[in-house]
Nanobody, 131 residues
Framework: VQLVESGGGAAQPGGYLRLSCVAS????????MGWFRQAVGKEREEDAR????????HYADFVKGRFAITRDNAENTVTLRLNRLKPEDIAMYYC???????????????????????????WGQGTQVTV
């Protein structure tokens, strides 16, 4: 297993959770890292992604201003802080490493990136969030 998420659980509406993902160095190094969610019966959606360049990040409109993604390159860790949680945030949350063909600029500024390009072994096993 190359990516391991933790930190999920239950929170009250308006509350917060902090999700962490520790990745192997060969997965994490120089990679655009993302957090995704998948609710029961729904398609997977991207919440946020973060570039290696100065920590520049991109957020989905539905989490902008509520969630914050950070990365610690020394610890091969990417973190998603979920603030002001809503019932609609209930989902399994996954971290993933985009292919290195994704540039730092696209990681930070592209409106969408195709998650289908992410290798199956570049996904974590997921952590459940309940609100």
């Amino acid at each position: 297993v190359q990516l391991v998420e933790s930190g999920g659980g239950a929170a009250q509406p308006g509350g917060y959770l902090r999700l962490s993902c520790v990745a192997s160095e060969d997965i994490f190094r120089d990679a655009c890292m993302g957090w995704f969610r998948q609710a029961v019966g729904k398609e997977r959606e991207e919440d946020a992604r973060i570039s290696t360049i100065g920590g520049a990040a991109h957020y989905a409109d539905f989490v902008k201003g509520r969630f914050a993604i950070t990365r610690d390159n020394a610890e091969n860790t990417v973190t998603l802080r979920l603030n002001r949680l809503k019932p609609e945030d209930i989902a399994m949350y996954y971290c993933a490493a985009f292919p290195r063909t994704v540039s730092g600029y696209d990681c930070a500024y592209a409106y969408t990136l195709d998650a289908k390009n992410i290798d199956s072994d570049s996904w974590g096993q997921g952590t459940q969030v309940t609100v």
